[in-house]
């Protein structure tokens, strides 16, 4: 196919970039609307009412693509939790035990997985005696130290037309790479994420682990179109959050089809078990951008607990999509003419001669053309600036999606040339070279010294005894270290306090 090329022209004023970044994420979500009504949340930082309640559930964004350094192997990466704060402790982030953390491969377009690869995890503690997430300086994942680590299973559970054909465990109890606490706590974080790569049956590899969030965006878009002004353009929102990820590399051969139908669509989910015992899909995610600036409030929650095969539900969002109007209404800029069926080709069957399968079920998935080989340089635009090998062909971590969604939105494929973007065009850390290519998750002790200290102090010498591992006997401590002494002491002077102050509450009557 020949490339969907454009000129590097320049960009257009401020005002339109950021117009050209809002009517991206409206294109996308658009996009997903169109599809059935799967439990879509692409780029899903908070898209839905219900899940932005349960961030241990919720999608943020998912990524697939040919592996640059290994072209015969596919690379999906799919993450979770919205907006980790680094030094978010002491309860650090983990991925949910009651949940079944899914990545979803259909590979003949009929809107429905063939391959579902099906993670979950397990929580493991060796001192719930102490608060402390690791009471010492972590130095290998099963340093002694680490006292809170997950584990997790991985289950290939193959399909057809829904019903089971097969369920085969692929991987069991293999380390997660814990959240990056601080310089102290981890001072080679790197070779704590290497420890977390791990080996499948088959030429197989996964990673499962914190990570640095690498979807770049200016999400202020929502203080109306980025204050109606253009004021707020330009940063980039995501920047030193982390999130948690799940990658998979697998031999190409394996998920596709067969050699003459290379295309597969990709999507994740999240299910959780409810009340009775049951598991209940909560969260879904493929394309970008789609649930949370193409679905109105009314379909959100909805999107999220559906599948690929029912997204015809949402087809009038993607066809009469709200985010131009909106752009027109405010910055001047007119809608394209609807109903947008340029949107529907390119967010809900693939671009025809690039990614769309024969016999394509119309559905909000990732679809990837995995004969097209990586470049060696890739444009952050993809196939807009005639690089086939990126966004909307699967999902690069470096791909501008934003930027190319939004110029689609306001109708670059029927003529309606644009350069609109939000002025964020990288993240702000590089990706990796190899496997799982993610940058490292933000340490909790970035910042700033505090005056008069010094970097590279020894944890164990300033503290000594106080960081003993956990299950290392102390002078008559019994496997219990001093530092789960003290903060038990001072657990019990505050809540002698506490004890005090409802006294006094309630001799105010004051009522609750």
Same mark, same amino acid.
């Given at each position: ?34 599809? @059935? ?9 908070? @898209? ?162 914190? &990570? ?5 965006? *200016? ?13 707020? %353009? ?38 959780? +078990? ?25 379909? +959100? ?11 015809? *539900?949402?087809? +009038? ?24 069926? *340029? ?16 016999? %394509? ?48 939105? @306001?109708? @670059? ?15 702000? +850390? ?17 910042? &700033? ?8 102090? *020894? ?54």
């Amino acid at each position: 196919m020949t490339a969907i090329s454009r000129s590097g022209a320049g960009r257009r004023s401020v005002a339109t970039l950021i117009c050209a970044s809002l009517a991206a994420g409206g294109l996308a979500a658009a996009g997903v609307a169109t599809l @059935e009504p799967g439990a879509a949340n692409a780029s899903s930082h908070r @898209e839905a009412p219900l899940i932005s309640g349960d961030p241990q559930y919720d999608n943020t964004d998912v990524y697939a693509f040919v592996s640059p350094d290994k072209p015969d192997t596919t690379t999906i990466i799919a993450n979770w939790i919205p907006f980790e704060e680094p030094a978010g402790g002491p309860n650090f982030f983990t991925f949910a035990e009651d949940a079944q953390y899914d990545l979803h491969i259909d590979n003949n377009g009929d809107a429905q997985g063939e391959l579902v690869y099906r993670y979950t995890f397990k929580t493991h503690v060796k001192n719930d005696k102490t608060f402390l997430y690791n009471t010492g300086p972590v130095e290998s994942l099963d340093d002694p130290d680490l006292n809170i680590t997950q584990t997790y299973d991985i289950d290939l559970i193959k399909l057809k037309n829904q019903k089971v054909l097969s369920k085969t465990k692929v991987a069991d109890d293999v380390p997660v790479a814990p959240s990056n606490v601080g310089k102290a706590s981890m001072p080679d974080y790197n070779k704590l994420r290497k420890q977390a790569i791990h080996q499948l049956p088959g030429g197989a590899t996964t990673f499962a682990g914190q &990570a640095d969030d690498p979807f770049f965006l *200016d999400l202020r878009v929502f203080d109306l179109l980025y204050g109606g002004n253009l004021s707020e %353009v330009g940063r980039d929102t995501l920047k030193g959050y982390n999130v948690n990820s799940v990658a998979l590399q697998v031999p190409t051969n394996m998920i596709t089809e067969s050699h003459e139908q290379p295309i597969v669509g990709i999507w994740s989910t999240t299910q959780r +078990k409810n009340a009775q015992g049951y598991f209940t899909q909560v969260s879904r995610l493929g394309m970008p951008l789609v649930n949370e600036v193409v679905n109105p409030l009314k379909d +959100k929650d909805k999107f999220n607990a559906s599948a690929p095969w029912n997204d015809a *539900d949402f087809l +009038k969002n993607v066809t009469n999509p709200e985010l131009p109007k909106l752009i027109e209404a405010i910055y001047k800029i007119k809608a394209p003419a609807e109903p947008r069926n *340029d949107l529907v080709d390119v967010f809900l069957k693939g671009v025809k001669g690039l990614n769309q399968p024969p016999y %394509v079920r119309p559905a909000e998935e990732l679809r990837l053309n995995t004969s097209i080989k990586p470049t060696n340089d890739p444009k952050r635009l993809g196939v807009l600036d005639g690089d086939n090998a990126g966004f909307p062909n699967g999902r690069r971590l470096s791909d501008d999606v934003l930027d190319a969604a939004l110029q689609v939105v @306001e109708g @670059e494929l029927v003529g309606a040339k644009n350069d609109l973007g939000d002025a964020v065009d990288k993240n702000d +850390k590089k990706f990796g070279k190899s496997f799982p290519y993610l940058a490292n998750p933000t340490s909790g002790s970035r910042g &700033a010294l505090a005056k008069g200290t010094t970097q590279g102090a *020894d944890v164990r010498n300033q503290l000594g005894d106080a960081l003993q591992p956990a299950g290392s006997s102390g002078s008559g401590m019994d496997d219990t270290t001093l530092v789960a002494a003290s903060a038990g002491a001072g657990a019990a002077g505050i809540a002698l306090i506490g004890a005090g102050l409802m006294w006094w509450r309630r001799m105010r009557t004051r009522p609750y």
